[in-house]
């Protein structure tokens, strides 16, 4: 496992620079704007290193015998349909936010139907079976991760470094509490993103791209929902993991909606922009997240995988404390 996790890292980091310089050959440039983080024009396109390292990846579990072909399935088919919607996307042959959604709700619900269907799970002292609701559920909650990394992916090294300490401590919950072999699926995911991560770091050399962000939020979400089949704590783990994603972008989200403003229109009212703003930096705030991550939510995450604390309570003490956090740095609010 470790020699397929270096070859993974390896391979998304050459297959990165080789996209590199075709997007500058080709132009494919992320072109700065009034809502524009960067101020350069860039490189886009990177996402397609980590989708092309995790389906191998996957595949060679496959054939290690470590994941089952519904699995494999459940992981990649629905996953390299967001892939190439967001390639489209990144190209410009795909510019209605309407179709881009729908093709976006067909591969959340393909997702679900080959995992199953969402499965019964604990959330206070007693297991609920959610049903048809939940299956729905299911699908929004795919949606929802799929668009939130796409709002949230507008700083460099932010979304590698959610990425990569979620996966990460998510496979060690796995590895050492559990006794399933999925944990290998999460460092796989870790290791494409890995190798992608010295090409995003301030300045950016390139970016992901929609093929990539949107990509990684759905494929982390399909993951959850694949794990919460047999291990349903560490389910609940990875999305108190994913608090901070979580809780910018529906505050910011509902932010806008109660101001009655086009929420499909690009902007830069996210509470980390408005933090990277105030300190005329990116790295601070993306290692902030990372920081977070592993030193608040990782001990509370482990609780919860651990039986020590109800599902429902870690998610209150988690989400709280980032909802105050993302309305106190102005989630959701114009610039002044």
């Not at 524009?36 to 990846?57: D, E, K, Q, W």
């Not at 060690?172 to 290791?191: G, N």
Request: aromatic share 10%; charged share 10%; with cysteine.
């Amino acid at each position: 496992m470790t020699l397929l996790i270096l070859v993974i890292a390896a391979t998304s980091f050459a297959l990165t620079s080789v996209i590199r310089k075709l997007a500058i050959k080709n132009n494919h440039l992320d072109i700065p704007n009034e809502r524009s983080s960067h101020t350069s024009p860039t490189p886009r396109g990177a996402g397609l290193a980590i989708v092309a390292t995790f389906v191998f990846g996957l595949i060679a579990l496959f054939v290690d015998d470590k994941i089952s072909g519904r699995v494999l399935l459940t992981l990649t088919a629905p996953g390299l349909i967001v892939a190439l919607i967001g390639r489209l996307d990144d190209l410009g042959r795909v510019t209605s936010a309407k179709w881009r959604l729908i093709g976006h709700f067909v591969s959340a619900t393909l997702a679900v139907w080959l995992a199953g269907g969402l499965p019964a799970l604990p959330l206070t002292e007693s297991i609920i079976d959610f049903g048809v609701a939940g299956d729905i559920a299911a699908v929004i909650y795919l949606v929802w991760m799929l668009n939130l990394f796409n709002f949230m992916d507008g700083i460099d090294l932010i979304t590698g470094t959610q990425t990569l300490t979620t996966c990460v401590a998510a496979a060690v919950l796995l590895r050492v509490i559990t006794d399933s072999d999925l944990w290998m699926v999460v460092a796989v995911l870790a290791a494409a993103v890995f190798g992608f991560i010295y090409f995003n770091l301030p300045p950016a050399k390139i970016f992901l791209g929609d093929v990539g962000s949107g990509f990684i939020g759905f494929t982390i979400g399909a993951i959850s929902l694949v794990v919460a089949k047999d291990e349903p704590l560490v389910a609940w783990a990875m999305i108190i993991l994913l608090g901070v994603f979580v809780t910018d972008s529906t505050v910011t989200l509902l932010q806008r909606l109660f101001a009655r403003e086009r929420v499909y229109i690009a902007h830069r009212t996210h509470a980390y922009q408005h933090l990277s703003k105030r300190i005329n930096s990116h790295l601070p705030v993306s290692l902030g997240v990372g920081a977070i991550n592993l030193f608040f939510l990782l001990p509370i995450a482990w609780l919860v995988a651990d039986s020590r604390l109800l599902p429902i309570t870690g998610l209150i003490v988690a989400y709280f404390s980032l909802l105050v956090v993302a309305i106190v740095l102005g989630a959701g609010k114009k610039f002044n």
